[in-house]
């Protein structure tokens, strides 16, 4: 599918959009990307969302000007709480929550940078589930103690997070819905198949960032699960 973007009402915003096929409505999820930008792998997280019957957009939130002025612009909207991103990220859930395909519940899926997104809206009833991987605690609110319901992935050997997955359990209200799992002998990035640029390959080693296939389709199954008793009512 095209780089469609999403039409709303104060005009179109940038990303992917992937349609399941058969008949809706659908649960929907807004795909929020790390660092690197809206890219084939993210694409290829939101057809995989769509695959499993939700309506997927993947805002792109590097294309509103300049890619690096951009990027620290939406890094600023995790240490604020505020700012374009977020105005996009919410832009995006509320149309997606009013669209004819969808059956009015929405959920967030995002990837480092994006998993930061999810914990910062969590307790903001943007979203009816969120599942962050690997998402930094934004420095906004820090580890959030109240949440929608949550599914998170993080790896045991993250140089980036360590402890992550532990302290996100103890933060959070014991009341809150929660799936949370560290995954042991991975580190950061474990479920993008991403190929960072060569340059960048010593960045990659010493941030111990790599694809692990079992643990990425392990974290898949719990979200798809979760999503499913969430969003779609499975449960």
Not at 9 to 38: D, N, Q, S
Not at 63 to 90: E, H, N, Y
Not at 211 to 220: G, K, L, R
């Amino acid at each position: 599918m095209a780089d469609a973007g999403l039409p709303t009402p104060k005009g179109r915003l940038p990303g992917y959009l992937a349609v399941p096929t058969g008949p809706g409505p659908w649960p929907a999820v807004v795909v929020l990307h790390e660092v690197f930008g809206l890219n084939d792998d993210i694409r290829r997280i939101t057809d995989r969302f769509a695959d499993n019957g939700y309506l997927a957009f993947a805002p792109a939130l590097f294309q509103r000007g300049p890619k690096p002025m951009c990027i620290v612009s939406a890094f600023r909207a995790l240490a604020t709480g505020s700012g374009s991103a977020v105005d996009d990220i919410i832009a995006a859930a509320e149309q997606l929550r009013a669209d004819d395909r969808s059956n009015g519940k929405v959920g967030s899926a995002g990837f480092c940078m994006g998993g930061g997104f999810c914990l910062l809206l969590a307790d903001r009833g943007v979203f009816d589930a969120t599942a962050p991987n690997y998402g930094p605690f934004p420095p906004a609110t820090g580890a959030p103690t109240r949440s929608c319901p949550l599914v998170a992935s993080y790896g045991a050997d993250d140089r980036l997070l360590p402890g992550a997955a532990a302290t996100l359990e103890k933060s959070l209200d014991p009341a809150v819905t929660r799936d949370i799992k560290e995954y042991p002998g991975v580190g950061h990035s474990f479920m993008n198949q991403w190929k960072m640029p060569s340059p960048l390959h010593v960045v990659e080693r010493i941030a111990g960032l790599h694809h692990s296939a079992p643990q990425a389709e392990d974290a898949w199954q719990r979200i798809l699960a979760f999503f499913g008793d969430h969003l779609r009512g499975d449960g």
